[in-house]
């Protein structure tokens, strides 16, 4: 059927038909990928919280084996300090000492370091300011800062900790500060330590023989 313009109409209509179509298969498209959106951004939040919750848990077992294998090979103790801002590892410094100890040793090696330039530009001269008792005592703070690893915990998260003779969590979030030693036969406290967060959770136990995981769980939504 044409129309006085010479055109189809059976032709136009089928046009529009065609083009109605693909509006439809546009609207169920899009439909399609708001669902899919729905399901992957839990999923994905999911993940996050529990790689965040995981972090902490994965940086202290590296660290804890590294560290009694230290101890081991050079028989004497390490330790590593847990306190509100995360934990660190390191020789022992002293049996009784606190995190001001890292920052007074940091700051000794700093003091002496640029001591050791002055003595060097001084050399140069032909002046000799060496000094063996200087020389001593830089030995002795670079023992305990040669080695020296620390990790930050996330603030969103919550660290406890429990040592064996203990029987509550303690929580480092209100300045606690507490050591865990590796002795040189390998042996450390047995200890389990719990990381939150919002959600999730992770908790293990370190074996006291051999610092590997004794067991584990864990909690995501």
Not at 56 to 78: C, G, S
Not at 109 to 138: C, F, H, K, P
């Amino acid at each position: 059927m044409t129309s006085a313009t010479g055109r189809s109409s059976v032709r136009h209509s089928s046009l529009r038909s065609s083009s109605a179509f693909t509006l439809v298969e546009l609207v169920i498209a899009i439909s399609v990928l708001v669902i899919l959106s729905g399901l992957a951004i839990p999923a994905i939040d999911s993940a996050q919280r529990e790689k965040m919750a995981r972090e902490p848990i994965d940086a202290l077992y590296t660290m804890a084996r590294e560290v009694r294998v230290r101890a081991m090979q050079e028989r004497r103790p390490y330790q590593i300090v847990f306190d509100g801002e995360g934990f660190q590892a390191s020789r022992m410094f002293q049996p009784y000492g606190g995190r001001e100890d890292f920052e007074e040793k940091r700051q000794e090696l700093e003091q002496l370091e640029q001591r050791d330039a002055m003595i060097e530009a001084s050399r140069a001269r032909g002046i000799d300011l060496s000094n063996q008792e200087v020389d001593r005592r830089r030995e002795e703070v670079e023992q305990g800062l040669r080695y020296f690893r620390e990790y930050k915990v996330d603030p969103e998260l919550t660290c406890d900790l429990r040592f064996w003779d203990e029987t509550q969590w303690i929580n480092l979030s209100g300045g606690e500060f507490r050591r865990w030693i590796f002795q040189p036969s390998g042996m450390c406290e047995p200890l389990r330590v719990r990381i939150q967060a919002e959600r999730a959770y992770f908790e293990i136990e370190f074996h006291p023989l051999t610092a590997d995981i004794a067991s584990e769980s864990s909690w995501v939504e």
